[in-house]
């Protein structure tokens, strides 16, 4: 990805990025270094609790499933944008151009299938039990990864042919987008919670109350999250389409990108009691 914000600024001004902050340039390097060190394998972990967890596990688990799956791509990717800061390996180029299109839908998409899935098991408890057979999410999930393949390729051709004011112009709305969906389920489900459900009264509410604020702390760290991962990169598309121009923010926005791929493996982590510090009971039905 760092291939893409050279070319990308070296395209709309005389200087390179790594001419004009060196210092960001590094830090780069750095943070995907990290990112492939340490992300392949706290998502391999992920991967590994969820296929071995017993009964419906697979099932509930299944969007974190494929959202580690497609982080790991996305580790790959980190460590072909390393490589390519040598001569010899800029051939790379083009598989980060594809890969790209994993991080930038395949990601948002998956963690927007989670909210989703939180807001409906809140919100509309009886369409959740009726969509909660393992078939429906292997439908969406597979649907998800036909649509970001061809993100992986329109990324690849755009990038290639250097239509960068096409390719900030999607990307830029398609993040307002999966904020908003997130958004969304967000305000729904805070709305919920202040309001009592058929039969509910005293008691009853309160015991269910947990279960709800269990849905509305994984979609508040996912939209937050989401947020000040996608937030730069949108902020400098929308610079690059008004003034043709971006340096800096397009660089911020890579490192926040990548670190924000931790967030939902130590979430997962966090709810399956895999974080001693941090430890809280796992809700399977969550």
């Not at 393992?134 to 597979?142: A, D, N």
């Not at 990038?159 to 958004?183: G, K, P, R, T």
């Not at 929308?238 to 931790?262: K, Q, R």
Request: net charge positive; glycine share 6%.
């Amino acid at each position: 990805m760092n291939n893409f914000t050279v070319n990308f600024t070296s395209a709309v001004s005389t200087n390179s990025l790594f001419q004009s902050s060196g210092l960001l340039a590094s830090v780069r390097h750095v943070v995907h270094s990290i990112n492939f060190l340490f992300g392949l394998p706290t998502h391999s972990y992920v991967i590994w609790l969820i296929i071995t967890e017993t009964g419906s596990g697979v099932a509930s688990g299944f969007f974190n499933l494929n959202l580690s799956v497609c982080e790991i791509v996305n580790c790959l990717n980190s460590l072909f944008s390393a490589l390519t800061y040598f001569p010899w390996l800029s051939s790379l180029t083009n598989v980060t151009y594809f890969l790209i299109g994993s991080a930038i839908t395949g990601r948002p998409l998956f963690q927007c299938l989670i909210c989703v899935e939180r807001y409906l098991a809140v919100v509309h408890p009886v369409t959740f039990l009726k969509f909660k057979p393992l078939r429906y999410r292997v439908i969406c999930c597979t649907a998800v990864w036909i649509i970001t393949f061809g993100s992986c390729l329109c990324c690849m051709f755009t990038l290639v042919l250097l239509h960068f004011y096409i390719y900030a112009c999607i990307n830029s709305f398609e993040f307002l987008l999966f904020l908003f969906i997130q958004l969304f389920c967000l305000v729904a489900v805070l709305r919920a919670l202040k309001q009592s459900g058929p039969g509910e009264r005293g008691r009853e509410r309160k015991e269910e109350n947990p279960m709800k604020r269990r849905a509305l702390h994984v979609i508040v760290i996912t939209t937050v999250s989401m947020a000040i991962i996608y937030m730069p990169f949108t902020l400098s598309g929308f610079v690059y389409v008004l003034t043709l121009n971006a340096d800096e923010p397009l660089s911020v926005g890579i490192i926040c990108f990548i670190l924000g791929g931790f967030v939902q493996p130590v979430l997962y982590l966090n709810r399956a009691g895999k974080l001693s510090c941090l430890c809280s009971p796992y809700n399977p039905q969550l």
